[in-house]
């Protein structure tokens, strides 16, 4: 019998959290610097790597929303998967969400070569907030996890290059409006997963580009790169070159040797072959490589720490072993950004597959033998091979379609008159979300509402930017017009924007609260209350129902007017605002732990203690937790420390980063 690859739909049934609505206000404050390198740092780095890494990091979300309506109660949830299936691989890819591979097994022995996380648990990890743990999973964006993590791709077979099909993955990345596309696909026969990534601008600009494929593996592994050196990066922000496998007296290549998190970023020398390789104690593991342009790999480690070891139960079951995550790059580190010039592409091709090589012994033999045996079961010649017969199919039009992404890249297309072949925004994609954008661009007007409802996404491009100024100069087109001038780095023209906005709009919350944050820029934190609890105000009139798109705004504006009114030590205007929130927005974690603060301020420390005491409650029934609590985030250690001088428990400790006081 000839078996040959197969593509098919799936639904699998997962323990999952609801992602819930998105943050409806605009993310107009700077991204927070946990990704940070200190400047005594960039002293003595290789030429190519200083200048990366100071060049064009991301400053702003814009246009993406954060994404925060997610909670921590899970339920069985049907989510929709693709298998793709040889007689010696099952890949399981989840369009909806990222596209992310959620399993890769190995059939003839039946394991599973990844981490498999065995619900869907979003956390706050990725740029824009939710985020979720396990398989191989597609960073495009900028430092850090992508947009795209719990968003869905296109999805649509395609003709592989060996006469099968592929699995053709594609979107339009808004942070940095650039189209991509990921071609999966196991030739008949074959051991290894490939995957061909291409990264297109079809702008005239030259644009920053990051890419990062994450993959996760159980974390009870040894960890072998082709490298004796490493860039090691903590969450204390400090960035230096260790020697590899052994620093500071302890092998860091066994991620449980680690006591705190930690990237460890391989100097893989210029002209070895890129690869990365998880090994069991029984020589059994994952091996990826690729062409050389992606010539970063790394190491990440949670540590076993108390923070490291909280985070890990905080994303998974309790009892569900820990993880850690081996990572291809285009750069060194995760610090950087490259180059494309504009009306340009660049593209690799990645391979997944099982490896067995001893890992136990000296490191230049235990890299000479899995280095050996990598290249016997998959030659290097081979994948380039491989990459260059999928390039002529990088272009073949996508067949039947599988999954629907976004309609944005279709708007962006229309918008360039841009010709992408083999990655189509079709019109037919085009949603509530564009239309008001759409009518700007064929009518040169922005249309208004024909009802009060909370203001749509802001487009911040130069180009949307130029429309906006150049439309009538209704309230509503003000205020996107100001958020899209913010984002550029006109803070004066917005704030001007604003307040033209303000004077005529039939909701004033929305204009009132990007000046509210345009004070708080400034450090003018009074007006910053002040504004915050008008436009709070102005927002409980206006609310129109209790639907969920009314009362994410109310969650969303009501939280940063308590935490304007409470830094500016306003504790009984905070206590308004607090009774005028709903019960549901105020029985969420993140506001328990603001009540508690509120408390605090207005001089209960046993209530507050009390309320603080309930967090990640031990399972009475009577506990909360705070689902959107941040990577590197120590407001709750912060907290404990100004209500008692008792040590933090166990259960509130996410600490990423070693005690340095």
């Given at each position: 019998?000839v078996?040959v690859?197969t593509i098919r739909?799936?639904?699998l049934?997962l323990?999952?959290a609801?992602?819930?609505?998105?943050?409806?206000?605009?993310?107009l404050?700077?991204?927070?610097?946990v990704?940070?390198?200190?400047?005594r740092d960039?002293e003595g780095?290789p030429?190519?790597?200083a200048r990366?890494?100071g060049w064009?990091?991301?400053?702003?979300?814009?246009p993406?929303r954060?994404r925060d309506?997610?909670?921590?109660?899970r339920?069985?949830?049907?989510?929709e998967?693709?298998?793709?299936e040889?007689?010696?691989?099952?890949?399981?890819?989840?369009?909806?969400?990222g596209g992310?591979?959620?399993?890769?097994v190995h059939l003839?022995?039946?394991?599973?070569?990844?981490?498999?996380?065995p619900v869907?648990?979003p956390?706050?990890?990725?740029?824009?907030?939710?985020?979720?743990s396990?398989g191989?999973e597609?960073?495009?964006?900028a430092?850090?996890?992508?947009?795209l993590?719990?968003?869905?791709?296109?999805?649509?077979?395609?003709?592989?290059?060996?006469g099968?099909e592929?699995?053709?993955?594609?979107?339009?990345?808004?942070?940095r409006d650039l189209?991509?596309?990921v071609?999966l696909?196991?030739p008949?026969?074959?051991?290894f997963?490939?995957a061909?990534v291409?990264?297109r601008?079809p702008?005239?600009?030259?644009?920053p580009v990051y890419w990062w494929?994450?993959?996760?593996?159980?974390?009870?592994r040894r960890?072998?790169a082709p490298?004796?050196?490493?860039?090691?990066?903590g969450?204390e922000r400090?960035l230096?070159r260790?020697p590899?496998?052994?620093?500071?007296?302890?092998d860091?290549t066994y991620?449980?040797?680690?006591?705190?998190a930690?990237d460890?970023f391989?100097?893989?020398?210029d002209?070895r072959r890129?690869w990365?390789a998880?090994?069991g104690?029984?020589?059994?593991?994952?091996?990826q490589t690729?062409?050389?342009?992606?010539r970063?790999?790394?190491l990440?480690v949670w540590?076993?720490?108390?923070?490291?070891?909280r985070?890990?139960?905080?994303?998974?079951?309790?009892?569900?072993?820990?993880?850690?995550?081996?990572?291809?790059g285009?750069?060194?580190t995760?610090?950087e950004?490259?180059r494309?010039?504009?009306?340009?592409?660049?593209?690799?091709?990645?391979a997944?597959?099982p490896?067995e090589t001893p890992?136990?012994g000296?490191w230049?033999?235990?890299?000479?033998?899995?280095?050996?045996?990598?290249?016997?079961?998959?030659?290097?010649?081979?994948?380039?091979?491989?990459y260059?017969?999928?390039r002529?199919?990088a272009?073949?039009?996508?067949g039947?379609r599988?999954?629907?992404g976004s309609?944005?890249?279709?708007?962006?297309?229309?918008?360039g008159g841009?010709?992408?072949?083999g990655?189509?925004?079709?019109q037919?994609?085009?949603?509530d979300?564009?239309a008001p954008?759409l009518e700007?661009?064929r009518?040169?007007?922005?249309?208004?509402?024909?009802?009060?409802?909370p203001?749509?996404?802001?487009?911040?491009?130069?180009h949307?930017?130029?429309m906006?100024?150049?439309?009538?100069?209704t309230p509503?087109?003000?205020y996107h017009?100001g958020?899209?001038q913010?984002h550029?780095?006109?803070?004066?023209?917005?704030v001007?924007?604003?307040e033209?906005?303000?004077r005529?709009?039939p909701s004033?919350?929305?204009?009132?609260?990007c000046l509210?944050v345009a004070?708080q820029?400034?450090d003018h934190?009074?007006?910053?209350?002040?504004?915050?609890?008008?436009?709070f105000?102005?927002l409980?009139r206006q609310r129109?129902d209790?639907?969920?798109p009314?009362?994410?705004?109310?969650?969303?504006?009501g939280r940063e007017?308590l935490?304007a009114l409470?830094?500016?030590?306003?504790p009984?205007?905070?206590?308004?605002?607090?009774?005028?929130?709903?019960?549901s927005?105020?029985?969420?974690g993140?506001f328990?732990?603001?009540?508690?603060?509120?408390?605090?301020?207005?001089g209960?420390?046993?209530q507050a203690r009390?309320?603080?005491g309930?967090?990640?409650?031990?399972?009475?029934?009577?506990?909360?937790?705070v689902?959107d609590?941040?990577?590197?985030?120590?407001?709750?250690?912060?907290?404990?420390?100004r209500?008692?001088?008792?040590p933090?428990?166990?259960?509130?400790?996410?600490?990423?980063?070693?005690d340095?006081?």
């Amino acid at each position: 019998m000839v078996i040959v690859t197969t593509i098919r739909r799936e639904v699998l049934t997962l323990p999952a959290a609801q992602l819930g609505p998105d943050n409806p206000l605009p993310p107009l404050r700077p991204l927070d610097d946990v990704h940070r390198v200190e400047p005594r740092d960039r002293e003595g780095l290789p030429r190519d790597m200083a200048r990366q890494l100071g060049w064009e990091p991301l400053r702003s979300l814009l246009p993406v929303r954060v994404r925060d309506g997610y909670d921590r109660t899970r339920a069985p949830h049907a989510v929709e998967a693709l298998v793709i299936e040889n007689d010696r691989l099952r890949a399981t890819v989840l369009p909806g969400l990222g596209g992310r591979v959620a399993s890769l097994v190995h059939l003839a022995s039946d394991r599973e070569l990844l981490y498999r996380n065995p619900v869907f648990q979003p956390a706050n990890f990725a740029l824009n907030g939710a985020w979720h743990s396990g398989g191989i999973e597609w960073n495009i964006g900028a430092t850090g996890h992508t947009t795209l993590s719990c968003a869905p791709l296109h999805a649509a077979r395609v003709p592989a290059p060996d006469g099968g099909e592929m699995l053709r993955l594609w979107e339009w990345e808004r942070l940095r409006d650039l189209p991509f596309q990921v071609d999966l696909w196991l030739p008949d026969g074959s051991e290894f997963l490939y995957a061909a990534v291409r990264v297109r601008n079809p702008h005239e600009r030259p644009a920053p580009v990051y890419w990062w494929s994450n993959i996760a593996v159980p974390e009870d592994r040894r960890v072998l790169a082709p490298a004796d050196e490493a860039w090691l990066f903590g969450y204390e922000r400090r960035l230096r070159r260790v020697p590899v496998p052994s620093y500071d007296g302890v092998d860091r290549t066994y991620p449980l040797n680690s006591d705190h998190a930690a990237d460890y970023f391989y100097e893989v020398p210029d002209g070895r072959r890129r690869w990365i390789a998880a090994l069991g104690a029984d020589g059994h593991g994952l091996v990826q490589t690729s062409t050389d342009l992606l010539r970063g790999r790394k190491l990440f480690v949670w540590g076993t720490g108390p923070g490291g070891r909280r985070w890990q139960d905080w994303l998974t079951e309790p009892g569900t072993g820990g993880y850690c995550e081996i990572q291809a790059g285009l750069a060194r580190t995760q610090l950087e950004h490259v180059r494309l010039e504009g009306e340009s592409e660049m593209s690799w091709l990645e391979a997944y597959g099982p490896i067995e090589t001893p890992p136990e012994g000296d490191w230049p033999d235990v890299l000479r033998r899995a280095q050996d045996r990598l290249e016997a079961t998959l030659p290097r010649a081979g994948v380039d091979a491989t990459y260059a017969a999928w390039r002529p199919c990088a272009d073949t039009e996508p067949g039947e379609r599988l999954a629907t992404g976004s309609g944005w890249g279709a708007l962006e297309v229309l918008r360039g008159g841009l010709k992408l072949p083999g990655t189509p925004f079709d019109q037919a994609t085009l949603g509530d979300a564009q239309a008001p954008w759409l009518e700007l661009l064929r009518s040169g007007c922005f249309p208004q509402p024909h009802r009060v409802e909370p203001p749509g996404e802001t487009l911040v491009a130069r180009h949307w930017r130029d429309m906006l100024e150049t439309a009538p100069a209704t309230p509503l087109t003000e205020y996107h017009l100001g958020v899209a001038q913010w984002h550029g780095g006109d803070r004066a023209q917005a704030v001007r924007s604003w307040e033209r906005a303000l004077r005529l709009a039939p909701s004033r919350w929305p204009s009132l609260r990007c000046l509210a944050v345009a004070d708080q820029e400034a450090d003018h934190h009074e007006r910053a209350a002040d504004r915050y609890a008008d436009a709070f105000d102005d927002l409980c009139r206006q609310r129109r129902d209790p639907g969920e798109p009314w009362t994410a705004v109310v969650a969303a504006l009501g939280r940063e007017t308590l935490e304007a009114l409470l830094r500016a030590r306003r504790p009984a205007e905070a206590r308004a605002v607090w009774r005028r929130l709903p019960p549901s927005v105020r029985a969420r974690g993140r506001f328990r732990l603001l009540e508690a603060g509120l408390l605090l301020a207005e001089g209960q420390r046993e209530q507050a203690r009390a309320v603080l005491g309930d967090c990640f409650d031990d399972g009475s029934g009577d506990g909360f937790e705070v689902a959107d609590l941040r990577e590197g985030e120590e407001v709750l250690g912060r907290l404990w420390a100004r209500l008692t001088d008792d040590p933090l428990p166990a259960h509130l400790d996410f600490r990423m980063r070693p005690d340095l006081s």
